[in-house]
């Protein structure tokens, strides 16, 4: 239940597919932000004669000014013995993109073309960003190395389907879990989570009863990951093991992460040691994972958290760059 003083809501499972793919488009500028356009179309993929697939839609990425990136959307019901159908229609998508690049290249500018707004917002970035035009801008995305990369929006998630998602695949897959409730009333509201809300978008928080937006890191720039450890577990683990485990970080950073901070909570509040990683594996069989040290964490001279300030004491990992981390006074400084 959600509730407040004026009302309660009830969650409202999604009967079909359908209803959930509806409420995506409803919500799709909060749900993706500003930079990034959902495209809500079906399109065969994949070549005659080898695997084909139809993605329930496409997300393009355009929140780094040097990486744009392309998802291909799976939109799935829980209740659908999701665990054995997303992982197939995954693994087929990735398949049936490589093996029909330019198709895909045809279906996302038949999308742009239809949409005035999109293709204007494709348009300025090219031209910002020296792309040249729509066309090159699609062929970046789809041709470069490693471009493939999967979204699955689901009304709920459980612990094995989240771990086949998250580590049984070589190339990146962001999870969503998306949920509607209603109101004896029936007025309808959604829960969801933002996607990559704090890699390369605009964030608004609240200071002294105003609502301020900050703009958060280049997703090309990331290479550090930072992580708020209570002072027990900094001092065994995360001095005394070179490691620190039981992380939650997006599928499509890992390959980004060659250094982790220590951010010690209060009364420390501040960040004081880096390390270099080594590798990234798997926590438990669960959807975290482990980050083993090259070394020995190196102290910094400490960064400090300033009181009532726009940046908030981290809660969970965030992510910045090991020059941007270096050259930080405040935690200002660092996202």
Not at 70 to 82: G, T
Request: proline share 4%; charged share 25%.
């Amino acid at each position: 239940m959600l509730w407040s003083t004026k009302k309660s809501y009830l969650i409202e499972p999604f009967d079909l597919e359908e209803e959930l793919e509806s409420a995506i488009v409803i919500a799709k500028d909060i749900l993706f932000g500003s930079s990034r356009i959902y495209l809500d179309m079906k399109k065969l993929i994949g070549r005659r004669g080898n695997t084909q697939n139809i993605p329930d839609g496409y997300l393009i990425d355009l929140t780094s000014v040097k990486e744009p990136k392309l998802y291909l959307v799976e939109n799935e019901l829980a209740k659908h013995e999701p665990l054995k159908h997303i992982a197939v229609q995954i693994l087929e998508f990735s398949l049936s993109f490589e093996t029909s690049p330019q198709t895909v290249k045809s279906i996302l500018k038949d999308g742009l073309s239809n949409n005035k707004a999109a293709w204007q917002i494709c348009t300025d970035y090219a031209t910002i960003n020296g792309f040249e035009n729509v066309d090159y801008l699609l062929e970046r995305m789809i041709y470069k190395k490693d471009s493939f990369n999967a979204l699955v929006i689901i009304d709920e998630i459980d612990s094995e389907l989240e771990t086949v998602l998250l580590s049984r695949f070589k190339f990146p897959v962001e999870v969503l879990t998306f949920q509607r409730y209603i109101s004896e009333d029936s007025e309808r509201i959604y829960n969801f989570e933002l996607f990559l809300a704090e890699v390369g978008t605009s964030i608004n928080t609240s200071a002294n009863g105003k609502i301020i937006t900050t703009k958060t890191i280049d997703p090309s720039e990331i290479d550090t990951i930072v992580v708020p450890a209570q002072e027990e577990g900094f001092n065994e683990v995360f001095l005394n093991q070179n490691s620190w485990y039981a992380i939650r970080i997006h599928s499509s950073m890992i390959p980004k992460i060659k250094y982790i901070a220590a951010y010690r909570v209060a009364p420390e509040s501040a960040i004081t040691h880096i390390a270099e990683v080594k590798s990234i594996e798997q926590w438990q069989e669960s959807g975290k994972y482990i980050l083993y040290f090259s070394g020995p964490a190196k102290e910094i001279s400490p960064i400090r958290l300033v009181p009532k300030s726009i940046v908030k004491a981290p809660q969970s990992s965030r992510y910045t760059s090991y020059d941007k981390l270096l050259k930080a006074k405040t935690l200002d400084e660092v996202f």
